[in-house]
Each structure stands twice: as structure tokens, then as C-alpha cells.
């Protein structure tokens, strides 16, 4: 579905390179759910702003079902690390904004407004339809954000650490969601987190990256079965011996020293 060839790249500040993303090979398969974890600053959501179209590789290709990704890309939703809800619209309006444009604009009106409620419903934002931005909790915008990127039903969700500042508990009540959600749908999902439990409940794949220049320093196949209970998942001792496996190589990452931030 993604196809990373190769590729790197380097930032500059001023005439100071950072070399963010070292070259990476990585084949995102149709239909999984992939979950990318690595240290602050490895190149994680560079990874995303190239897949998004919103950023060119420095060197190598990226292509998207084998084309090489120019301009935005229009197939793929994005939830971004940073909160980028519309200020002046509310709720219901942010979540409707995809299914304004481009094809989604030929939807009937009762269908977007059908999926919106749904969406909204689902992530558990109902009463506050009305709500502007501002006047929400920083949960309830990420929540607000994940809804308009699913609203949209794209054939590949990119999302970034959509989970990272909820409580506990609330973080488990979404992932369950999430995964009701995608599990059947045949959707491929990039799901970047700081989370190692998280990235091994929910995903097909892990992939954890190195320090700056990120690297993909090892890949698991998280044979677990589905459909999946996140509440519980964690207690399974296959979970352990994943968990184990994929801390080891953090850890020697972070120990060599080159997790430098
Ligand atoms: N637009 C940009 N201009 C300059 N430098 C950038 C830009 N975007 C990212 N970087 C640099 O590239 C490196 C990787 O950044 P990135 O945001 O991809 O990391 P990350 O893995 O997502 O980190 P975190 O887990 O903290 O979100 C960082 O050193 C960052 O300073
Ligand atoms: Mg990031």
C-alpha cells in the first residue's frame, strides 16, 4: 500500500544539518494496522508528512498503491500530532469539513449528516456538537479530530500519537473503538505512539525506530488473535514475550546513546 524506498531525510537550521530520518525500507502491506514506535525526535512524523504528501523524501521514493506520491495525498486521513481543529467552527463543523471536498462533496445531505452523528457518537462527543475548539479539553479535541478524519472513510488513516495526552482510562475506551472500527474494514492504518503496550494491542506489526537518524532497528509480527479485547489483551503471556522483544531493542538504542534529542 506505502512503499518506503530508501529514504532519508535532512533538515537544516540555518546552514546546521539534522539528519532526521536515516535510509529506511519499509513495505506498509495492504490492510494492516502498523504500528511505529521510537524515541522523541526519531523521525516519526516525518515519516507521516511524507506519506501525507506533505513533505518530499531528501533522498529515495515513497509510493502510494506504486505511484510515487507528488502534491498532497488525497487518499490518505491524517491525524496529526498537533491539534488542528478550525477555531471558528464547532464541533459538528470541523467533523463535517472533509465531506466538503472533493469526492465526499456528492454524498447526499442526509448521509453526511448520518455519518457525522455517527462519528461523533462514536467518539463520544455527543452534546457538544455546538462546542467551538476553545471550549473543549485537550482529549475532546483529539477526539474531535480523530472523528473528522474517520468520517471521511479513507483506505489508509495515518494517525500520530491520536491517543498520547488521554487519561488511562479513556485511551483504552478509544482503542477499543478504533479497533471495532478497523477490524473488517480492510483499512491500512500507520499508528505512531510512544506506547509500546498500545502499539502490540493494537497492532499487525510493530516497528520501532532508532534515535536521530531513525532507523528501523527491529519489526514483530504481533500474532495475537483478533478480534481483540485491549482490557485484557495485555495479561496474555504471548503479550510478555513481544513486550520483551521490543523493549530489548529500545533499550539498547537508548543505551548506545544515540537517542539524543
Ligand atoms: N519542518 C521541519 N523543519 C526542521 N526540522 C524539522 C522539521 N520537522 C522535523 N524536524 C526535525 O526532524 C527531527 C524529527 O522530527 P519528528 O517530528 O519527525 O520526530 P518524532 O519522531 O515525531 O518525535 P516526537 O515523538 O517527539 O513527536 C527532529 O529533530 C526535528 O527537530
Ligand atoms: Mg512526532
Redesign the pocket.
Known sequence: MVEFDDVSKV?F?GTVP?Q?LGRLNLSVREGELLAVV?P????????LNMTAGLMKPGTGAIRYKGQAISGANTQVAYVT?KDNLLPWRSVEQNIRLPLEMGPHKRLSEAEKRERVARYIAMVGLKGFEKHYPKELSGGMRKRAQLARSLVYEPDTLLM??PFGALDAQLKLMLQAELLKTWEGSGKTLIF?T?DLTEAISLADRVIVMSG?P?RIIAIADIRLPRPRDVFHIRFQPEFGDYFEELWAALKQDLASGEAAT
Not at 522523541?40 to 515519516?47: D, N
Open positions: 533538515f537550521k539534522i532526521a521510537g522523541s525526535g526519531c523521525g516519526k512524523s516525518t515519516l500530532q500520530d500519537e505512531v510512544h536521530r531513525g
